[in-house]
């Protein structure tokens, strides 16, 4: 079993559209979370940081973690074309010293 | 937010030269420095975990002697890919944490270096 499991995708939906983008996972000493958006060809850019459970907001973007059952989500209001892109979940110990990351889902938002 | 730079960005080179990847963290320290591989359509895969000042240290399965890295001060690590091969042709991609952000020590890439080996 993987530590970080994420459906790759691909998943299309409209301009404008909500979407859920989700991760689970198995180790219950994972502390901190993170969402990263990875365009085609470039390094993957810093999304969203979380610790701990709950919910967090940035702009069109929310992230929430639910500790109890090992579950992380990231939700995209009013999707534009520009999110098109590859999603990968991380998430790591207390320490840092090293990041689990999900396969990535591949996310295609069409005008 | 942070930046962290690679060199060269892509690469093409015969078949049993070496090649020497840059990694920079541009404003801010790294106290420690990660390389990955990508696959097409893949996740990343950690090669070795890099702290300035000592030897880095290896995932299983990855050859130290093949993939040397040199994490010589706190703005700079280097992997060299030593004889490559067609078959490390691979997208590289480098991470640096920044600490005393107040948000933990999370990762932030570089844009990465594609590799041709021929």
């Known amino acids: 079993q993987k530590e970080v499991e994420q459906d790759p995708g691909p998943l299309s939906v409209p301009e404008g559209a909500i979407v859920s983008l989700n991760c689970t996972y198995s180790n219950s000493a994972f502390q901190y979370f993170m969402w990263y958006r990875q365009y085609s060809r470039k390094g993957p850019e810093l999304l969203m940081y979380?610790?701990?459970?709950g919910n967090k907001e940035d702009g069109r973007f929310t992230a929430q973690v639910d500790k109890s059952s090992k579950y992380i989500s990231l939700f995209i209001r009013d999707s534009q074309p520009s999110d098109s892109a590859t999603y990968l979940c991380?998430?790591?110990?207390?320490?840092?010293?090293?990041?689990?990351f999900g396969s990535g889902t591949k996310l295609n938002v069409k005008p | 937010g942070a930046v962290v730079s690679q060199h060269p960005s892509w690469v093409i080179c015969k078949s049993g030269t070496s090649v020497k990847i840059e990694c920079r963290s541009l404003d801010f320290q790294a106290t420690t420095m990660f390389w990955y591989r990508q696959f097409p359509k893949q996740s990343l895969m950690l090669m070795a975990t890099s702290n300035e000042g000592s030897k880095a240290t290896y995932e299983q399965g990855v050859e130290k002697d093949k993939f040397l890295i040199n994490h010589a001060s706190l703005t700079l690590s280097t992997l060299t890919v030593t004889s490559a091969h067609p078959e490390d042709s691979s997208f590289y991609i480098c991470?640096?944490?920044?600490?005393?952000?107040?948000?933990?020590?999370?990762?932030?890439f570089g844009p990465g270096t594609r590799l041709l080996v021929l």
């Open positions: 979380t610790y701990s459970s």
């Open positions: 991470s640096a944490t920044r600490p005393g952000t107040g948000y933990g020590e999370t990762q932030y």
């Open positions: 991380a998430m790591s110990l207390w320490n840092f010293n090293k990041f689990y």
